[in-house]
């Protein structure tokens, strides 16, 4: 079982950038799968950006291409998700999750379902 809690989020003006991090508890960090999801208010939680175990392979939603960029150090057990030129579209919260690796493809790993283990979440507020 992993423990995952997010930090990083916070007030920014659009345009702005902040880096959230994901510390996961445990030392089987490095054999999971991770993804970023995010819900707005009134909307459906929504996939962000996933990477897996290796770090070698990573997937992001078509919104977030070019401006998020997904990455691990799992020395450090820790995920991290950098946000360039955020937009206030981009207010939500955000989550991290994990699932065991070496089961799905990157593709897969866009979807909630794949997922077994959920952080509580970061509020990331863009203001216009």
């Known amino acids: 079982q992993v423990q995952l809690v997010e930090s990083g989020g916070g007030l920014v003006q659009a345009g702005g950038s902040l880096r959230l991090s994901c510390a996961a508890s445990?030392?089987?960090?490095?054999?999971?799968?991770m993804g970023w999801f995010r819900q707005a208010p009134g909307k459906e939680r929504e996939f962000v950006a996933a990477?897996?175990?290796?770090?070698?392979?990573?997937s992001y939603a078509d919104s977030m291409k070019g401006r998020f960029t997904i990455s691990r150090d799992n020395a450090e057990n820790t995920m991290y998700l950098q946000m360039n030129s955020l937009k206030p579209e981009d207010t939500a919260v955000y989550y991290c999750?994990?699932?065991?690796?070496?089961?799905?493809?990157?593709?897969?790993?866009?979807?909630?379902?794949?997922?077994?283990?959920w952080g509580q979440g970061t509020q990331v507020t863009v203001s216009s």
């Open positions: 445990g030392r089987a960090f490095s054999s999971y799968d």
């Open positions: 990477i897996n175990w290796r770090g070698s392979s990573t």
């Open positions: 999750a994990a699932t065991r690796g070496g089961y799905y493809s990157t593709y897969t790993l866009r979807s909630q379902r794949a997922y077994d283990y």
